[in-house]
């Protein structure tokens, strides 16, 4: 298994353009989340997805899309990109903790350093 | 509001000591989660626990749901155990929620 694989690793956009950050997962999980994290703070939730066409917002939704065609991929789309944006990015897939007896350990993709100039 | 507190924020030990990193939270909980990420690099599920004792290695993890803590204990550090620390919980069938980390430095 590749586990959670997620590209590009680094990323310099201008401000206003737009970019789409790649998540892929083999494991067949079914939820899947994408974090950023920004220095000296913990992680934060921007979106997540319970399943294939399921996605809600989480902490920091402003300026950032998802969508969940299949249970593998969960691409993140930044609209219009601003500096405030600059940030590492963290893609994670679990199973369901209601749903699986093992508990839902947590696993995370290796990041993706987005600057914004 | 539901919260998990982490401490220290910041600790620096030399090589060889016993470290405890402390987690606790608001209310109860089913699991809590710890995870290792070194300078520059990935986050690493360590373990996840609701109940008792954990060990892996030279980490250790207990977790009091009564009192609503938890430990993460490294015996004999190492300079490679350097890096920050976070505990995770979800609050029911709530999205994670994340301690702030505790940045762990070993010196040789």
């Known amino acids: 298994n590749a586990g959670v694989t997620q590209t590009p690793k680094f990323q310099v956009l201008k401000t206003g353009q737009s970019m789409t950050l790649q998540c892929a997962q083999d494991?067949?999980?079914?939820?899947m989340s994408w974090y950023r994290q920004d220095p000296g703070m913990g992680l934060r939730l921007i979106h997540y997805?319970?399943?294939?066409?399921?996605?809600d917002q989480g902490e920091v939704p402003n300026g950032y899309n998802v969508s969940r065609s299949t249970t593998e991929d969960f691409p993140l789309r930044l609209l219009s990109a601003a500096p405030s944006q600059t940030s590492v990015y963290f893609c994670?897939?679990?199973?369901?903790?209601?749903?699986?007896?093992?508990?839902?350990?947590?696993?995370f993709g290796p990041g993706t350093r987005l600057t914004v100039l | 509001k539901n919260e998990v507190e982490q401490s220290p924020q910041n600790l620096t030990a030399q090589e060889g000591e016993f470290i405890t990193i402390n987690c606790s939270y608001s209310?109860?909980?089913?699991?809590l989660h710890w995870l290792q990420q070194h300078p520059g690099g990935g986050i690493v599920s360590l373990f996840m626990?609701?109940?008792g004792k954990k060990k892996h290695g030279r980490l250790i993890a207990t977790i009091n749901i009564q009192e609503k803590h938890s430990s993460l204990h490294i015996t004999a550090s190492h300079p490679r155990d350097s890096a920050v620390y976070t505990c995770?919980?979800?609050?029911?069938?709530?999205?994670?929620?994340f301690g702030t980390g505790t940045r762990l430095t070993i010196i040789p």
């Open positions: 209310v109860g909980i089913s699991a």
């Open positions: 997805s319970v399943g294939a066409g399921i996605t």
């Open positions: 626990l609701s109940s």
């Open positions: 994670a897939s679990s199973y369901l903790p209601w749903t699986s007896g093992e508990g839902d350990e947590q696993f």
């Open positions: 494991m067949n999980h079914e939820y």
């Open positions: 995770a919980t979800r609050f029911g069938n709530e999205k994670l929620t």
